[in-house]
């Protein structure tokens, strides 16, 4: 896993190219949105508002109204009111208005209004309507940025081809440690790993790889992204030997890139990597995108951020983006090994709010994360012991000591290990409180 605190991010080139746009779409915002996320707060302060669409929101109303009450936090009570007006109404165009109003009247600089998760709702004909009212009546110094994982055409593309908006594709390469504007017109590979793992090329899905093997060397080689042959031997034919190993790996590889390559463009050869020096890498013909390096650089910015709000931003991120365990359908060695891994790294995400919270005195929401942590990492004893002092602190005893419990047995099973002194110390004061 790479530092990524030497990653780099050009604020002033991205702004110079999204310079005069109403509407900035970035497709599909994989790589580069933490990148942007983290230097806007770092050298922008208080020129972005940021609104994630929940998972739940169903429709236009609902997450306009949810947007409003997030907002005021930081806007003040009386934010919206043209808005929550048009809302009672439900005339879509007129929310787009009303919304487009109210944010001209609070913003006095330039802001990003950044919509995170668009694609949660449906780009419907209320939508579009919507849309282009609000981006036709958008304040100067107010410019739309949206992240999807999959955008639809409409209503964008026609804001794209008059001019005000513009699209943009990104790539992190791992021996660069930066990422890059793409403006080349490259095919965009969508890689989602997380859950039972979905690969889609330009946005269709492949969904037939004539047999496991071949999809799940796809997986293996979205993940590790600088391989030699010999690791792939290892991984998958290691009681093979060489000669036979590589005829069937090239065999595997050949139907990989035959269904990638049918996916895009039947008249022309793309791969899913290349050879070099020695090493598969990945392919210069695609545009990568994938959700598990996404979530491994948030929580590794997240460890070495310089406030809470970016902290908490980032964690937030990584834990929206572990929607379940790593190719949970797959069982090898090596995807159990990463499906570990990514775990426990969820488990830091996870502490990491836990312990957010904590610092704000918010004890209830601290619990609910913290208690997370320590189901997925139950090797944690720092996290338990914190999940059982939230329990003393709330009253309740009964779930201290189960809480003690689950930690005494799972340091025990794991790793053969007893409770430390200051866990001992909380097991006293459980027992002094019964």
């Not at 946005?203 to 690791?231: C, M, N, Q, S, Y």
Request: glycine share 4%.
């Amino acid at each position: 896993m790479r530092n990524l605190t030497t990653s780099t991010f050009s604020l002033s080139a991205f702004l110079q190219r999204t310079q005069g746009k109403k509407v900035v779409l970035i497709y599909p915002w994989s790589n580069l949105k933490t990148q942007f996320l983290s230097s806007y707060l770092d050298q922008a302060k208080d020129g972005i508002l940021y609104y994630r669409v929940p998972g739940e929101t169903v429709n236009l109303v609902d997450w306009i109204d949810g947007m409003l009450n997030e907002f005021r936090t930081v806007l003040g009570d009386k934010f919206g009111k043209k808005t929550s007006a048009a809302l009672a109404e439900r005339i879509p165009a007129h929310i787009g208005e009303a919304l487009a109003s109210d944010l001209g009247a609070v913003v006095k600089s330039e802001t990003i209004l950044y919509l995170d998760d668009l694609d949660q709702i449906n780009f419907d004909d209320e939508f579009n309507h919507w849309a282009q009212a609000f981006v036709s009546a958008l304040p100067e110094k107010l410019q739309l940025v949206i992240s999807a994982r999959m955008l639809s055409r409409h209503p964008w593309d026609h804001m794209v081809a008059s001019g005000d908006a513009v699209v943009i594709g990104v790539e992190t390469r791992k021996s660069a440690m930066a990422f890059t504007v793409d403006t080349d017109d490259r095919p965009q590979l969508e890689c989602y790993a997380f859950g039972r793992g979905n690969i889609l090329l330009n946005g269709k899905p492949v969904t037939t790889w004539e047999g496991t093997l071949p999809r799940t060397l796809a997986f293996f080689l979205i993940d590790h992204p600088l391989v030699t042959r010999d690791e792939i031997f290892h991984a998958f034919w290691p009681d093979l030997s060489v000669k036979d190993a590589t005829n069937v790996f090239h065999v595997t590889k050949r139907k990989v890139n035959e269904r990638v390559t049918s996916r895009i463009d039947d008249d022309k050869q793309y791969e899913l990597t290349q050879y070099t020096s020695g090493f598969y890498v990945a392919s210069e013909k695609l545009v990568r995108h994938y959700d598990v390096q996404e979530f491994q650089e948030a929580v590794q910015q997240a460890l070495v951020a310089s406030d809470d709000r970016r902290e908490q931003l980032l964690y937030q991120r990584a834990i929206d983006l572990y929607r379940a365990p790593f190719l949970q359908t797959v069982n090898q060695p090596w995807a159990n090994d990463r499906r570990d891994e990514l775990r426990r790294l969820y488990a830091v995400a996870l502490t990491g709010m836990g312990r957010i919270f904590l610092r704000k005195g918010e004890m209830n929401r601290a619990l609910g994360f913290l208690s997370r942590a320590a189901r997925e990492a139950p090797e944690r004893e720092d996290v338990h012991r914190d999940v059982i002092r939230l329990y003393l602190e709330f009253g309740m005893i009964h779930e201290a000591r189960q809480q003690y419990d689950v930690m005494e047995q799972a340091l025990s099973s794991s790793m053969n290990l007893q409770p430390t002194k200051d866990s001992r110390a909380l097991l006293e004061s459980i027992k002094a409180r019964s």
